[in-house]
């Protein structure tokens, strides 16, 4: 299966950050799943998960783990870091341990401030995404950040960034260290949802833990 991964790798700055594609099938069964559990008020109680989150934004909500086994939720994010840790340090994982994952859901003027995540790793992933998300007041800046997420390690230096912008597309997702600083901008003009699924987990802490 590992080898029917869509995945692409870049190193923007420090960690190596992997981008795969969700298989449209999966993105179509988290979307249903959700559009099923916000109609639902008890359920939608139970799992909200926004007081655990950074985020400014309308709903935050944690999946189920029955669904996240039936769905191959969890198949997708234990076959894409096994990859993407593989290309990375040169080492197979024997464990990977899921500790949560969630959805956001941001309309217009939501914001997600600057935070980390627990864990040993983290990523998101989007499954809606509005067609406009607005423009800039001074329509001369080079790069309209609404609606971007935004990853953030160190300080700019000569040829090292500090900053790297990602466009959010239905279906990309990308997976990061846990303690990569993070930020996504509020979008205008639209009363769209832009919709994310996030994560964090362990894995062996031998690979984890470099001054081991």
Known sequence: ????????????????IAKVSIPTELVDKLNIYVDEIITNKKK????DYGSKLA????????????????????NFLTNSVSVWLQKATNK??????????WI?????????????????????????VPKNLGEY??????LNKNGLLSLVHGSKMFLSESTFNIEPKVGDFYFFPHYLM?????FSDSNEERRSISFNAN??????NVYS
Request: aromatic share 12%; proline share 4%.
């Open 104 to 128: 956001v859901r941001q309309y217009q003027n939501d914001y997600n401030p600057i935070h980390t995540h627990g864990g040993h790793l983290s990523g998101v992933g989007y499954l809606k």
């Open 137 to 142: 007041s001074q329509k001369n800046k080079t």
């Open 182 to 186: 993070h930020t996504v901008y509020p």
């Open 1 to 16: 299966m590992n080898s029917k991964l869509d995945i692409q790798f870049t190193k923007p700055f420090g960690p190596m």
């Open 203 to 208: 894995i062996d802490d031998d690979i984890y």
């Open 44 to 47: 939608i109680k139970e799992l």
């Open 55 to 74: 985020g400014n934004v309308r709903q935050e909500f944690k999946l189920e783990k029955e669904f996240v086994t039936t769905s191959g939720w969890g």
């Open 92 to 101: 197979k994982i024997t464990k990977f341990q899921l500790l949560s994952s």
